[in-house]
């Protein structure tokens, strides 16, 4: 959708000296030079770092990793897997936890072991490794247990399992405040991994351990890279990080081919070419149904998609109505937000209809809406259950963690964290999280775009640019601004009349759901644009989508 801002709000980069340094150096354009500029590079930097931005060397990035895991322990108790080895899995509900519960049932696969899973339920049991699950398990017996994506606090549930004799490993990615599980088979990187390893998500942290350790052949881990690449897009983990990037790339490349049957199913019922998927594809398309099967039904249906099976296109079709599902009770509850009228609370906010599963998303929305922290909160049973979600320069854990004596479980990022509470302590948690969210102070950052005329950007321009990608947190796709000339000539664009192309001289852009937003053209300075590649019936253009029209500063 296409706004208007002001221009205030941005910051334009142009051509400079630096840039022209650069691509002098590095022999790239002068496109690729400014893009390089914009993320803080200069032409006196080691040539290895704009390696690592232009072509990342992944299995030189992973011999440098430090997961902060080195005591050897975790790797016999793998090796000594054998077919007779009776293994659980224990994962987390959204796409990070199923695909890291996927590569964990790989590996004990890969030795033979007989393999069970289990990924709690959202709203009866919430985030976490849960005593009562654990001790359901040290009844029945097992030889091992791997947790993943959780399990670096569940101190309790760590040790029921234990005192009954069986090894757990741990890997996960979650900042661990408070007490740890004492576990010495824990692999997660916020413990004593390096700057790289921290920004990893859970299934990179046990896809790259499996890979330092050789666990797995080279083949066997670059195929399984499609859910690496899924779990970091999901995350929202750091792609100003050259190993998170090689990930997701190496990632897309499995995709494109040679996808899992599941995956494939559910790209062509969505209408997605694996040969050109990108990460605004697994963004926008896949990682909302893989997730909409733990927000609204249970996780493990996205996890059955992920192994060769007789049911994937019923899977795969519930999948799909479970996200349609959850994008209209996410849209419900967002015009439920907009009329909630209470002076006392603004920032954390409740109905007893709400559904818990959805939350998270709607929350992440507001919070970008408003820039301005927001708490969704709704009962379950006998608690209530929450999501917590900050602007740049929050910090949803340090929240809870001096909320932490009135929660019943807490944990996440410091963007974005769960919580639950039991009904007792409920108003005077709200009231304290209210005041504590009231006082957050937001960064007012501008927006980073770069002087470009779109006559003077082609193909072959463009794929320079393409190549910082993978696209995603940290490291936004190219925004490009083009002054407003004078010249300006509209035509319809699809057959609903909310479209139109923007002829700008020689050059078009695409305003999608805009026909009626050039009734007014005064104070228009200019335009912000994204490029991006249009594959139909097998031909490939070069497209300039219009995101905002900048208009004059008040």
Not at 375 to 396: F, N, Q
Request: charged letters at 25%; proline letters at 4%.
């Amino acid at each position: 959708m296409v706004v208007r801002c002001a221009k205030d709000s941005l910051n334009i980069f142009t051509q400079s000296e630096v840039s022209a340094e650069i691509a002098a150096k590095f022999n790239c354009s002068p496109l690729q030079a400014s893009l390089l500029e914009m993320r803080g590079l200069t032409a006196d930097v080691m040539p290895c770092e704009v390696e690592n931005w232009l072509s990342p060397h992944l299995p030189l990035l992973l011999e440098k990793l430090d997961l902060g895991a080195d005591n050897g322990k975790a790797v016999s108790l793998v090796r000594g897997l054998s077919p007779s080895s009776d293994v659980v899995v224990y994962g987390d509900y959204d796409v990070d936890g199923i695909s890291s519960t996927a590569i964990a049932m790989e590996l004990a696969l890969s030795r033979g072991a007989h393999v069970r899973y289990f990924i709690p339920h959202r709203f009866n049991q919430g985030y976490g490794l849960h005593n009562d699950v654990a001790a359901t398990i040290a009844k029945r017996k097992c030889d091992l247990v791997i947790v993943v994506d959780c399990g670096s606090q569940d101190a309790e549930a760590v040790e029921t399992l234990k005192k009954s004799g069986i090894p757990v490993i741990i890997f996960d990615h979650h900042l661990v405040e408070g007490k740890r599980a004492e576990s010495d088979t824990m692999i997660n990187p916020q413990l004593a991994g390096d700057a790289e390893a921290r920004k990893l998500c859970a299934t990179g942290v046990i896809w790259s351990w499996i890979w330092q350790n050789e666990l797995l052949s080279r083949d066997e881990l670059l195929r399984l890279l499609d859910v690496v690449a899924l779990a970091t897009v999901a995350d929202c983990v750091s792609l100003a990080s050259s190993l998170n990037r090689a990930l997701v790339r190496e990632g897309l490349k499995s995709i494109r081919s040679n996808a899992r049957p599941g995956l494939n199913i559910l790209m062509e019922q969505l209408g997605i070419s694996p040969s050109s998927i990108d990460t605004e594809d697994l963004a926008m398309k896949i990682i909302p149904c893989l997730n909409a099967a733990g927000r609204l039904y249970l996780a493990d249906l996205a996890v059955d998609i992920l192994f060769p099976g007789s049911q994937l296109a019923s899977n795969v079709g519930k999948l799909i109505a479970l996200n349609r599902r959850r994008r209209e009770l996410s849209t419900k509850i967002l015009d439920q937000v907009e009329k909630l009228k209470d002076d006392k609370f603004k920032y954390v906010l409740t109905r007893d209809d709400w559904s818990v599963g959805v939350l998270s998303s709607v929350a992440s929305r507001i919070c970008s809406e408003r820039n301005a922290p927001v708490a969704l909160v709704a009962p379950v049973g006998g608690i209530m259950r929450g999501t917590l979600r900050m602007p740049a320069g929050g910090d949803a854990v340090g929240v809870l963690k001096q909320l932490a004596p009135l929660l019943n479980t807490w944990g996440g990022h410091r963007l974005a964290a769960g919580f639950s509470v039991k009904l007792e302590n409920w108003e005077t948690l709200r009231g304290k999280m209210e005041e504590m969210l009231s006082g957050v102070v937001v960064k007012g950052e501008k927006e980073d775009l770069l002087y470009w005329n779109p006559v003077n950007l082609d193909m072959e321009i463009w794929s320079g640019a393409a190549a910082l990608g993978p696209f995603g947190m940290e490291n936004p796709a190219p925004m490009l601004y083009a002054p407003y000339n004078g010249r300006m000539n509209l035509s319809p664009l699809g057959k609903t009349g909310k479209h139109v192309k923007v002829d700008i001289g020689s050059a078009s852009l695409l305003a999608f759901g805009a026909a009626d937003m050039f009734e007014e053209r005064s104070g228009l300075e200019g335009w912000v644009y994204k490029p991006r590649l249009d594959t139909w019936r097998n031909v490939t253009s070069l497209q300039f989508v219009l995101e905002k029209m900048v208009m004059r500063d008040s």
